[in-house]
């Protein structure tokens, strides 16, 4: 997947078109098109960077700064109780925060759950200090 393929880049880009709700000169969000619930809305980097650990600090700075406004929003907008984010770049392989606004009492989309064994969530605890400590 390249810049040139990325059907998000096309989308910040205006190459094709999108619901979009906001842009400034790093993010443009939009509508996602396959909403979890309507209002579902994704905020992307102009630029294509794939995963969360891709992005500089600064920028993935502003894209949460970002994402804290267009909760706002998205709460004065469908007056929804709260809202629900996903960071994801796996379906789409290009940055994205996934907004889904939340309703007391209704669920959003049903996931499949791991179950951890007895004790067995100590060892990813101890996984994950261990990496910390390490430093990767
Ligand atoms: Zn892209």
New binding site residues.
Partial sequence: ?N?ET?I??KI?HHEIPADLVYEDDHFVAFLDINPVKKGHTLIIPKD?YRWIQDLPDDRLSEAFILAKKMIKAIKSAFACQFTQLVVEGNEV??FHISIVPGYEGQLNATFFHEAYAVNESKEYVEKVKRALESGF
């Fill in positions: 997947m810049t990325c998000f880049c910040a294509h392989p290009h």
